[in-house]
């Protein structure tokens, strides 16, 4: 009579090395980034209604911000497991962002994006989305 063998289980997908709610606090941190952009820059023009004008300059960069996240799931299937708060999913919701953002506003009408804005974009948002997870990483490093 034989014995039956154990196989060894292997999980049907990958598994994320990172919390979904540290994830989500990353996700609500650019969140919050695009938006003081935007913010800073109404104001800086001195534009029109807050809450309106706010949400249809920010819906591009925010879309873009998403298209970046969704990339970033998506490299996490193919094998890299970049945990949100790090730089190399900072640089790929950047570039969502950016390159999204620029595009979603130009196709959508809703402004345009002359070299100057692309500049203060890139570096804002740099920044930002960059900056953040940054000091993030000294601070778990100092711990």
């Not at 289980?9 to 994320?16: D, L």
């Not at 094998?79 to 953002?101: C, E, F, K, M, Y």
């Not at 740099?126 to 940054?134: D, E, F, I, P």
């Amino acid at each position: 009579m034989s014995t039956p063998t154990e196989r060894p289980t292997t999980p049907t997908s990958p598994q994320p090395s990172t919390s979904g709610r540290a994830d989500l606090t990353a996700v609500g941190i650019d969140a919050l980034a695009v938006l003081v952009f935007v913010l800073v820059g109404r104001r800086s023009h001195d534009e029109g209604p807050v809450v309106l004008g706010t949400l249809t300059t920010a819906w591009p960069f925010l879309t873009g911000a998403g298209l970046g996240w969704l990339a970033l799931l998506g490299l996490r299937a193919s094998g890299r497991d970049w945990p949100g708060a790090s730089i190399p999913a900072g640089a790929t919701v950047l570039g969502g962002a950016l390159v999204g953002g620029m595009l979603l506003r130009r196709l959508s009408g809703t402004g345009g994006t002359p070299v100057s804005f692309v500049v203060v974009a890139t570096t804002f948002l740099t920044l930002a989305l960059l900056g953040w997870r940054s000091a993030a990483l000294v601070r778990a490093r100092r711990a």
